[in-house]
């Protein structure tokens, strides 16, 4: 085994990015590369052995792609393949093309599809096949193996599964003024408030001073210290009452800064809507899942109410060529699932966007810690072989450097753009009406409400002032 002399190995290219990436040269030679595509370079150049691509040589590349589609040779560019120069209506064709069904259109108009290196991807049930029918001794693909693990290698990594979701978006304009405080700061403000006008008003109260009963419940003087406006102040105050006025001074001091802090900030960068957390969270969003069939049935496998509670959140696809090469387009209009080496390069990718447009929650997870090996003929001569080559070059540190470099490689087969896919970044909106819709809401009912108040049972509120001074007090009380 430590010289194969030129012989080609008997192995099956066909998994998904970034643990495989196919591409093409300048001079049109099949490129193969990602950690796994390296593993079997390696092993082919340290036993001086071939790789079959033959499968893969007469596809063209995606940089070839989309020359073709500068100079005018294609038509139309799906990605997955491409369609030479045809009469057909393409306006009567739905988008996105992805989705299409490429032979069905090229069998009815008499059409010629060019097809890509996307297009050589296998669903992990196919790659199983190959092997265990004969037809090759490997698949070199990451997949998960049965129990018991017979007909596999050593488990290259231990990885989690779990759920690819979209960024939520920023809340409504006019919503932020109904964040700034939650709830319960609300609460305790009015019961300081309410604490302070019982104090203040049995301070008078104690010091002889003239009282009113709706003072004992919200305090004109507690109410507009703790909204930062000016009121007065009872002449020739005890200490004690003064102490009061303090403590509601802090307050109006605490409560507007935290106010206007918070404002300015969610005007500026506004806080998002209630984040997903859970799967029912994900559900009552109304955000779907686009899924590979044969995936969700081992999603059913290890939790049922997949297929019952959780199961209008998906959306299926057939194809595994198709679900791959769409999920890659990173529609925010859809959650995926994808592996921990996926959202790897995912990350990566994200670093050059002016805002993340996918996270990982770490409480969605399918599996976790779940092993990956290649597909191999359990008699196969192979075995041993590849066994210590992947011992080999887990502990040298080389899976995890080509792990690292594979998004360098899809960059340069074209498959990853360096262009900020979140859209262009919004340095300042201008507010408008509707972003004070609660505002003018509230507005009127806060006037009617205290027009009600205080006008009691149709009676008329009458004010009288006394005292020398500029500041004096005013006495409010209702005559019928």
């Not at 499968?55 to 073709?68: G, K, R, V, W």
């Not at 997955?80 to 069904?101: C, G, H, N, R, T």
């Not at 919200?218 to 009061?244: K, M």
Request: with cysteine; glycine share 6%.
């Amino acid at each position: 085994m430590k010289d194969l002399k030129g012989s080609t190995l008997p192995v099956f290219f066909g998994g998904p990015e970034p643990a495989l990436i196919v591409s093409k040269s300048k001079n049109g030679d099949t490129v193969i590369g990602g950690f796994v595509g390296h593993i079997f370079k390696y092993f082919a150049k340290k036993h001086n052995a071939k790789l079959n691509t033959s499968h893969i040589d007469t596809l063209f590349s995606i940089n070839e792609m989309n020359t073709l589609v500068l100079n005018g040779t294609i038509e139309i560019l799906g990605s997955q393949l491409a369609v030479l120069q045809e009469k057909i209506d393409w306006s009567s064709l739905s988008y996105p093309y992805i989705l299409m069904d490429w032979d069905a259109l090229a069998k009815k108009h008499n059409i010629t599809l060019l097809r890509s290196t996307i297009d050589f991807k296998h669903s992990p049930d196919e790659l199983i096949e190959l092997v265990r029918n004969d037809s090759v001794d490997i698949s070199a693909a990451i997949v998960y193996p049965d129990i018991p693990p017979d007909g596999w290698t050593y488990p290259l990594e231990y990885i989690n599964w779990c759920l690819l979701l979209p960024i939520e978006p920023s809340i409504p304009r006019y919503d932020i003024f109904l964040v700034v405080f939650r709830l319960e700061t609300v609460i305790a403000t009015i019961v300081f408030v309410v604490l302070l006008s019982i104090l203040l008003e049995v301070s008078k109260l104690r010091a002889g001073k003239q009282t009113n009963l709706i003072g004992f419940i919200v305090n004109d003087n507690c109410l507009r210290g703790a909204l930062g406006q000016s009121f007065t102040e009872v002449r020739n105050a005890p200490l004690r009452i003064r102490f009061i006025y303090l403590q509601i001074c802090l307050l109006g001091i605490i409560i507007t800064t935290s106010y206007n802090s918070y404002l300015q900030t969610y005007v500026t960068s506004p806080p998002t809507i209630a984040k997903i957390n859970t799967f029912d969270d994900l559900l009552k969003s109304g955000i779907k899942i686009y899924s590979y069939r044969t995936e969700f049935e081992d999603l059913i496998k290890s939790d049922q109410r997949f297929a019952h509670e959780w199961f209008e959140m998906f959306m299926f696809e057939e194809n595994f060529a198709r679900y791959v090469i769409f999920r890659d387009k990173m529609d925010t209009k859809f959650a995926y699932t994808v592996n921990q080496i996926k959202w790897i390069t995912i990350q990566e990718q994200q670093k050059i966007f002016t805002k993340p447009l996918f996270r990982q929650p770490k409480g969605m997870c399918f599996f976790d810690f779940f092993p990956v090996n290649f597909p191999i003929d359990e008699n196969s001569i192979f075995m041993d072989v590849i066994n210590f080559l992947i011992l080999e070059i887990q502990s040298s540190g080389l899976q995890k450097h080509w792990q690292k470099w594979s998004f360098h490689e899809l960059i340069d087969s074209g498959r990853i753009k360096l262009e900020d896919l979140s859209g262009k970044k919004v340095d300042f909106v201008p507010m408008k009406a509707d972003h004070l819709r609660l505002i003018w809401i509230a507005r009127p009912i806060t006037l009617v409400g205290v027009i009600g108040l205080t006008e009691g049972d149709g009676g008329l509120i009458v004010c009288s002032s006394y005292g020398r001074n500029t500041i004096s007090r005013i006495v409010c009380h209702c005559r019928n």
